[in-house]
């Protein structure tokens, strides 16, 4: 639950928001040609052909990512679609973290198996993604990500609902901003709500509300420095019957009405660039 200061302060952000919405800019940024390079890899795979929902090259460069930075991922997950576009790019240089899940406790957790998947990925692509960390994250149990005002980046792509369903966004909004370096930014991808359904209607729908997640993060003291349209699909109706996982690449209606839900693609995003003042 959130305390009263934090509820005061999210409430004062929606209405900052709402006039805010129209000032962001969504900015148009050049590509690093090493970062297109990485992302036309051919070792990639089946995993491109995603791109066309998921624009990592748009994205990123949106982000202001450099192959000189520190960047930590919140939960690549068992998928790990985002490392394999990061690790590469920040093998050189930088420096790339992934916070994912505990691989220790109960075997039938999700979030233990899809931990130990995403260990199993990167020993089998040491050569390809380079000397990589992993931390393992979980607030407010396991709440370190790095050392204090230590990392350039810190990207959440299709995250914030877990979070949010699990009731700890407000922790790991906290984490994010003590590991962050002043100037850090924190780069946000997230299936978007309609703007008329709260985060508490929302739960385990995997959708957010774009001003309560602006909110609430700049609460935790950061400054939303630019919005970007990147990653919108205007198609999607996000009433699905099993949420955001009735789109695909998840299909979990299987062969229901699957052309429909081919047809409108991935689910509709926002896309988010937070800095630490």
């Not at 394999?84 to 075997?107: H, M, S």
């Not at 693609?265 to 003042?277: A, C, I, Q």
């Amino acid at each position: 639950m959130l305390g009263r200061s934090w509820t005061k302060k999210i409430a004062t952000g929606l209405s900052f928001c709402t006039l805010l919405s129209a000032a962001v800019i969504s900015a148009q940024v050049s590509a690093d040609p090493q970062l297109t390079e990485v992302v036309a890899d051919e070792r990639r795979g089946d995993a491109a052909k995603r791109d066309m929902y998921r624009h990592p090259t748009q994205t990123l460069s949106f982000f202001g990512i450099k192959p000189t930075d520190t960047v930590i991922e919140l939960a690549p997950g068992a998928g790990a679609w985002y490392t394999a576009i990061l690790a590469p790019y920040l093998k050189a240089e930088g420096q790339f973290i992934a916070a994912n899940f505990v691989t220790t406790g109960d075997e039938k957790s999700y979030y233990v198996r899809a931990g130990k998947k995403f260990l199993k990925k990167v020993e089998m692509n040491k050569d390809w993604w380079g000397d990589i960390q992993v931390v393992e994250f979980y607030p407010p149990e396991a709440s370190k990500l790095a050392e204090p005002n230590s990392v350039d980046m810190v990207v959440s792509f299709r995250s914030l609902h877990g979070w949010h369903r699990d009731g700890n966004l407000q922790d790991v909004v906290a984490s994010v901003y003590r590991a962050l370096k002043p100037g850090g930014v924190f780069g946000v991808v997230q299936h978007r709500s309609l703007p008329s359904k709260t985060n508490e209607e929302l739960r385990g729908t995997g959708y957010i509300n774009q001003n309560e997640a602006i909110a609430l993060i700049e609460a935790a003291g950061f400054s939303l420095q630019a919005s970007s349209e990147i990653n919108a699909n205007a198609k999607d109706t996000k009433d699905h019957p099993k949420g955001v996982w009735t789109l695909p690449p998840s299909l979990r209606l299987k062969d229901q009405d699957k052309d429909k839900y081919l047809a409108i693609g991935e689910s509709d995003r926002m896309t988010l660039k937070f800095v630490k003042p």
